[in-house]
């Protein structure tokens, strides 16, 4: 349903509201079109794959709007690691070629989330950067979308968060980067190995099998005050065989644009994609 977002200057932000449903499963999820229809129940711990799509449009028309919006995945109140995502719209003028029309957009992500007590709350949350140049900024109920699937429990997953420098600042921008998870707990199932001593950046496949991966980055506040900057972060997975070379995967890349004017001018500083890969 319509649902304007609230503005980062206010400190708040807007859960989206589901009011119909294609399929529920009541066994694993609870959900109510009329009461609290943003919130979503996984009724048992364990593994969930959640795929969200959230369709933004800018309601009042003018020159050089800029708005940053980000969406965020939380489960019972916390922000899910790896579940913010952020999509840029800038309208410039009431009619497409004028200077620059992107009224329209969307967030997408894809996010393993783990429910570690029963009946906890799902919510997917719209935030923007900054009210500055007052534009009204809804959901478009039209390309909102939200898929939770129930991960069997003898399957087995790993999920890393990174806890590099604030800012852009361990982001190259000549060449790619690996991220480290150094923060995270060492991993070791019969699919996964990761020991952090090791490698910081790596995470070793044990069994010669089909695996899903998924990656995101959030990168906030990148830009020094005075604006005007223009930032494109890219993201992508590389795959080293056993006893072969390290290559980028020609398939599986995100990134997100962003073109900042400023603090508190339009401000639009964050950025943030997801990319998906099978190997």
Same mark, same amino acid.
């Given at each position: 349903?319509?649902?304007?977002?609230?503005?980062?200057?206010?400190?708040?932000?807007?859960?989206?509201?589901?009011?119909?449903? *294609?399929?529920?499963?009541?066994?694993?999820?609870?959900?109510?079109?009329?009461?609290?229809?943003?919130?979503?129940?996984?009724?048992?711990?364990?593994?969930?794959?959640?795929?969200?799509?959230?369709?933004?449009?800018?309601?009042?028309?003018?020159?050089?709007?800029?708005?940053?919006?980000? +969406?965020?995945?939380?489960?019972?109140?916390?922000?899910?690691?790896?579940?913010?995502?952020?999509?840029?719209?800038?309208?410039?003028?009431?009619? *497409?070629?004028?200077?620059?029309?992107?009224?329209?957009?969307?967030?997408?992500?894809?996010?393993?989330?783990?429910?570690?007590?029963?009946?906890?709350?799902?919510?997917?949350?719209?935030?923007?950067?900054?009210?500055?140049?007052?534009?009204?900024?809804?959901?478009?109920?039209?390309?909102?979308?939200?898929?939770?699937?129930?991960?069997?429990?003898?399957?087995?997953?790993?999920?890393?968060?990174?806890?590099?420098?604030?800012?852009?600042? *361990?982001?190259?921008?000549?060449?790619? *980067?690996?991220?480290?998870?150094?923060?995270?707990?060492?991993?070791?199932?019969?699919?996964?190995?990761?020991?952090?001593?090791?490698?910081?950046?790596?995470?070793?496949?044990?069994?010669?099998?089909?695996?899903?991966?998924?990656?995101?980055?959030?990168?906030?506040?990148?830009?020094?005050?005075?604006?005007?900057?223009?930032?494109?972060?890219?993201?992508?997975?590389? +795959?080293?065989?056993?006893?072969?070379?390290?290559?980028?995967?020609?398939?599986?890349?995100?990134?997100?644009?962003?073109?900042?004017?400023?603090?508190?001018?339009?401000?639009?500083?964050?950025?943030?994609?997801?990319?998906?890969?099978?190997?």
């Amino acid at each position: 349903t319509t649902a304007l977002i609230p503005s980062n200057d206010t400190g708040t932000s807007r859960a989206v509201p589901y009011n119909s449903q *294609d399929e529920i499963d009541a066994t694993s999820f609870g959900h109510s079109t009329a009461t609290d229809p943003e919130q979503i129940t996984l009724k048992s711990a364990g593994h969930y794959l959640v795929l969200a799509n959230t369709g933004i449009h800018i309601l009042t028309k003018g020159a050089n709007r800029r708005n940053c919006l980000s +969406q965020r995945i939380k489960l019972d109140g916390t922000s899910v690691v790896g579940g913010e995502t952020v999509v840029y719209l800038r309208n410039s003028s009431g009619a *497409d070629g004028a200077g620059g029309l992107c009224d329209e957009g969307s967030a997408s992500v894809g996010v393993l989330v783990e429910a570690t007590a029963a009946n906890s709350i799902l919510t997917v949350e719209m935030q923007r950067d900054s009210s500055a140049d007052n534009s009204v900024v809804s959901v478009d109920h039209t390309r909102t979308g939200l898929a939770i699937v129930k991960l069997p429990s003898y399957g087995e997953y790993i999920s890393l968060g990174e806890s590099g420098a604030s800012n852009n600042a *361990d982001i190259n921008t000549a060449t790619a *980067d690996s991220r480290s998870f150094a923060s995270q707990t060492n991993v070791s199932n019969p699919s996964f190995t990761y020991a952090s001593a090791t490698s910081a950046s790596q995470v070793v496949v044990n069994k010669a099998e089909d695996f899903l991966f998924l990656g995101s980055h959030q990168v906030e506040d990148y830009d020094t005050p005075g604006g005007g900057i223009r930032t494109t972060i890219r993201q992508g997975f590389q +795959q080293t065989p056993s006893g072969g070379s390290a290559a980028a995967l020609t398939y599986g890349e995100g990134g997100a644009y962003n073109r900042d004017q400023g603090a508190g001018n339009q401000a639009s500083r964050d950025s943030g994609s997801w990319a998906a890969a099978v190997l």
